[in-house]
């Protein structure tokens, strides 16, 4: 799946208000996502921009963390998935993806 796809998929997930008032940064070898959920509504784009906490991993495993099939911290301690930054914003965004799969 592409970088854009995924920042559709992103957009989809955090609507126009996640509630999550942090900046937070999809880093991938292809690109990053960058999600300002400071501001309603949120935005999403593709800058590679400082943000309150940044995800990386790759492409593939963020599309298994959005569809369920890659759990977030099984993916942290396997060292799939790597946190820099705010640790409980990270974990605000674990809730989010999981309840947009409600």
């Given amino acids: 799946m592409s970088l854009s796809l995924f920042t559709d998929r992103v957009k ?3 609507g126009e208000d996640s509630k999550l008032n942090a900046t937070v940064k999809f880093s991938f070898d292809e690109g990053a996502v960058f999600v300002d959920a400071k501001q309603v509504p949120n935005v999403v784009t593709n800058d590679d921009i400082e943000a309150d906490c940044v995800a990386i991993l790759t492409l593939e495993n963020a599309n298994k963390l959005l569809d369920g099939e890659l759990n ?3 993916a942290f301690m396997m060292g799939k998935l790597k946190i ?3 640790m409980g914003v990270a974990m605000k965004v674990v809730q989010i ?3 947009a799969k409600k």
Wanted: aromatic share 0%.
């Fill in 97 to 99: 993806i999981s309840d």
């Fill in 12 to 14: 989809t997930v955090v």
């Fill in 84 to 86: 820099k930054g705010d």
């Fill in 72 to 74: 977030a911290m099984n």
